[in-house]
T-cell receptor, first 118, second 111 residues
Framework: AQKVTQAQTEISVVEKEDVTLDCVYETRDTTYYLFWYKQPPSGELVFLIRRNSFDEQNEISGRYSWNFQKSTSSFNFTITASQVVDSAVYFCALLARAGGTSYGKLTFGQGTILTVHP | AAGVIQSPRHLIKEKRETATLKCYPIPRHDTVYWYQQGPGQDPQFLISFYEKMQSDKGSIPDRFSAQQFSDYHSELNMSSLELGDSALYFC??????????FGPGTRLTVT
């Protein structure tokens, strides 16, 4: 069974602060993928990043960076110099291959509500 | 670039009525997923289809059914609607790269 835990229910920061969203996962599969999605108030789910279990290289995309540590089963997300437009719910998700096939369901964490104040 | 299309975007139904939600995946995507997101909750997997065959099933009530058609669009049929079915229903599609791209969702309100 897969499980994703986002311990931070809500985070509130002031604009330009850095903020890190934590994600811890559980799976028995050796091949899996980790994702982050952003859900703004409008409701859609916006794909941010995908990481596979064999690639522990950290990634930076503009103000966003991700730290994947297999040893601690964590996939944390940092926003540098936060902006008001970053206010949203952020979901971490896990996908484990269903018997080695090319499809699988996403298991989401509970989400972290990020509010960035001006 | 083309995205996942869902229709309708909003739907209001009364208890015990039926509803049909439609999903048009990104062209050349062979897998479709349905998720249900209740208020303040994370999306929960309902069902998926790969090449028009059901590939996986989650916590989908027996009152719900779904299928994927020859043109790869999918429909989620919901009968005997209950108040608790009020939620945001997402469809997502993917190809072999496993990135699931989500549609804008259908907001179902049952009164």
């Amino acid at each position: 069974a897969q499980k994703v835990t986002q311990a931070q229910t809500e985070i509130s920061v002031v604009e330009k602060e850095d903020v890190t969203l934590d994600c811890v996962y559980e799976t028995r599969d050796t091949t899996y993928y980790l994702f982050w999605y952003k859900q703004p108030p409008s409701g859609e789910l916006v794909f941010l990043i995908r990481r596979n279990s064999f690639d522990e290289q950290n990634e930076i995309s503009g103000r966003y960076s991700w730290n994947f540590q297999k040893s601690t089963s964590s996939f944390n997300f940092t926003i540098t110099a936060s902006q008001v437009v970053d206010s949203a719910v952020y979901f971490c998700a896990l996908l484990a291959r269903a018997g080695g096939t090319s499809y699988g369901k996403l298991t989401f964490g509970q989400g972290t509500i990020l509010t960035v104040h001006p | 670039a083309a995205g996942v299309i869902q229709s309708p975007r909003h739907l209001i139904k009364e208890k015990r009525e039926t509803a049909t939600l439609k999903c048009y995946p990104i062209p050349r995507h062979d897998t479709v997923y349905w998720y249900q997101q209740g208020p303040g909750q994370d999306p929960q997997f309902l069902i998926s289809f790969y090449e028009k065959m059901q590939s996986d099933k989650g916590s989908i009530p027996d009152r719900f059914s779904a299928q994927q058609f020859s043109d790869y669009h999918s429909e989620l049929n919901m009968s005997s609607l209950e108040l608790g079915d009020s939620a945001l229903y997402f469809c997502a599609s993917s190809s072999s790269t496993d990135e699931q791209y989500f549609g804008p969702g259908t907001r179902l309100t049952v009164t």
